[in-house]
């Protein structure tokens, strides 16, 4: 079964700063990578998606993909405290014709 | 635009008692849809998925089902729940295209006493 990790956190940062949410895949055909952005008690909502190595930029986030590495991370930039979430990172099983996610990574933002 | 809905937003059910949890999805036909649930403090387990009317694909062996009458709506029942049975029930589809990206819907809160 194809596996996507994420360290679970909490990673806390200060207001202002830079949070880099980071995600390894172990399904080397996986093509396509997306994040999802999950409050306390309420459905995942996509932030982004990735399907070419290197960074794609969208407002205050970057999703960076390294098909080598097998390895996908989000930064965040200007970190608010309505960035305070769960962030999952997920990657199509092509074989079930759904995405795998990971566990979540909780970010805390200090004000 | 397309849109997807689930009820009941919220459900509390006596340990054995049936269930039935519906979502339905507008504005897209021939949708590829899922159910998933999530365990407190946990990550999305995959329940279900189909990819068109009548075509159920089961990934966890359990006392729950699913079926899709209809091909916007998609339906997870269960004849007597468990305790374990606890948890936010999501339903997704699959917009097609190169990145097939999902979408949630709103979500079922469901509390087996």
């Known amino acids: 079964q194809k596996e996507v990790e994420q360290n679970s956190g909490p990673l806390s940062v200060p207001e202002g700063a830079i949070a880099s949410l980071n995600c390894t895949y172990s399904d080397r055909g996986s093509q396509s990578f997306f994040w999802y952005r999950q409050y306390s008690g309420k459905s995942p909502e996509l932030i982004m998606f990735i399907y070419s190595n290197g960074d794609k930029e969208d407002g205050r986030f970057t999703a960076q993909l390294n098909k080598a590495s097998q390895y996908v991370s989000l930064l965040i930039r200007d970190s608010q405290p309505s960035d305070s979430a769960t962030y999952l990172c997920a990657a199509p099983d092509t074989g079930r014709r759904a995405l795998t996610f990971g566990s979540g990574t909780r970010l805390q933002v200090q004000p | 635009s397309q849109t997807i809905h689930q009820w009941p937003a919220t459900l509390v059910q006596p340990v054995g008692s049936p269930l039935s949890l519906e979502c339905t999805v507008e504005g897209t036909s021939n949708p590829n849809l899922y159910w998933y649930r999530q365990a407190a403090g946990r990550g999305l387990q995959l329940l279900f998925y189909?990819?068109?009317?009548?075509?159920i694909s089961s990934e966890v062996p359990q006392n729950l089902s699913a079926s899709r009458p209809q091909d916007r709506q998609f339906i997870l029942s269960s004849k007597k729940l468990l305790l374990s049975d606890s948890g936010f029930y999501l339903c997704a589809w699959i917009a097609g295209g190169i990145t097939d990206t999902q979408y949630f819907g709103p979500g079922t809160r469901l509390t087996v006493l």
């Open positions: 189909s990819v068109g009317i009548g075509q």
